[in-house]
C-alpha cells in the first residue's frame, strides 16, 4: 500500500498570508490527525478527523483549522500567518484494530512563515 | 490528562553497543505504546509498538518493555549502527488519543 502522503512538502509565506496543506492517508484509513512539530515544543498535536468530523482537538487558536472528504483525504487550513507558525506540520492516518488507533505518519510539509 | 516524559534527550553510543530510552506515563488508562524513529527530513516512522498485556516485545535488534505498574516503558536497541541515528519518539495512547514524549536524539558513532 502507498503511505501517507503530503503536499506540499515545501511552503514558504508571509506573515499575515493564509496557506492550506493537504494529506491523504493509507488506502483504508479512515482517520487522518495533524501535528505541528517544532525544535522546542515536539510533536503538538492540532486535531483529528474521521469520518468527515472533527473528533478531537488540541490547544491551538482558531486560525487553525481541518477538514475530512468524503474520499478521506485532509486539510488543514492557517490564516492570518504568524512568525512562530513556521513548522513541519505532520499528518497522521490511523487504523483501528482491536479497539486500538494504530497512528502511520506522512512526510509533512515544511513551512517557513517570513 | 495524559503526561509521558523521555529520557534521554540526547544519547551517544559507539557502534555495537547497546542504547536504552526510557518512558514514564501518569495515566494508568492508557494501553498502547508505539515508538517511532524520525530521520533528519523525514516524517516518524513506526517502529515497534506494544500493548498493555504484554511485557516486553522483540523486532530484530529491537525491543520494547513495559512495566504497568510503575507506569514506565522503555525502548533497547543492541548492535547500534550508523544508521540507527535518528530522533525516538514514545507514546502513551488510549483509543484515538497519542500523547508523546519529546524526543531522543540518538547519535551512533562509528
Redesign the interface.
Known amino acids: 500500500k502507498a503511505g501517507?502522503t503530503?503536499t506540499p512538502r515545501y511552503l514558504i509565506k508571509t506573515r499575515g498570508q493564509q496557506v492550506t496543506l493537504s494529506c491523504s492517508p493509507i488506502s483504508g484509513h479512515r482517520?487522518v490527525?495533524w501535528y505541528q512539530q517544532t525544535p522546542g515544543q515536539?510533536?503538538q498535536?492540532l486535531f483529528?478527523y474521521?469520518s468527515e468530523t472533527q473528533?478531537?482537538k488540541g490547544n491551538f487558536p482558531g486560525r487553525f483549522s481541518g477538514r475530512q472528504f468524503s474520499n478521506s483525504r485532509s486539510e488543514m487550513n492557517v490564516s492570518t500567518l504568524e512568525l512562530g507558525d513556521s513548522a513541519l506540520y505532520?499528518c497522521a492516518s490511523?487504523w483501528?484494530d482491536r479497539?486500538?488507533?494504530?497512528?502511520?505518519?506522512?512526510?509533512?510539509t515544511r513551512l517557513l512563515v517570513l | 490528562g495524559e503526561n509521558v516524559e523521555q529520557h534521554p534527550s540526547t544519547l551517544s553510543v559507539q557502534e555495537g553497543d547497546s542504547a536504552v530510552i526510557k518512558c514514564t506515563y501518569s495515566d494508568s488508562a492508557s494501553?498502547?505504546f508505539?515508538w517511532?524513529k524520525q530521520e533528519l527530513g523525514?516524517?516518524?516512522?513506526?517502529i515497534i509498538?506494544i500493548?498493555s498485556n504484554v511485557g516486553e516485545k522483540k523486532d530484530q535488534r529491537i525491543a520494547v518493555t513495559l512495566n504497568k505498574t510503575a507506569k514506565h516503558f522503555s525502548l533497547h536497541i543492541t548492535e547500534t549502527q550508523p544508521e540507527d541515528s535518528a530522533v525516538y519518539?514514545c507514546a502513551a495512547?488510549t483509543?484515538?488519543?497519542?500523547y508523546?514524549?519529546?524526543?531522543t536524539s540518538l547519535t551512533v558513532i562509528p
Open positions: 501517507v503530503q482517520s490527525s515536539g510533536l498535536f483529528e474521521f473528533r478531537n505532520l490511523s483501528r479497539g486500538q488507533e494504530t497512528q502511520y505518519f506522512g512526510p509533512g | 494501553n498502547y508505539p517511532y523525514k516524517g516518524p516512522q513506526l509498538d500493548r519518539f495512547c483509543g484515538n488519543q497519542f508523546f514524549g519529546t524526543g
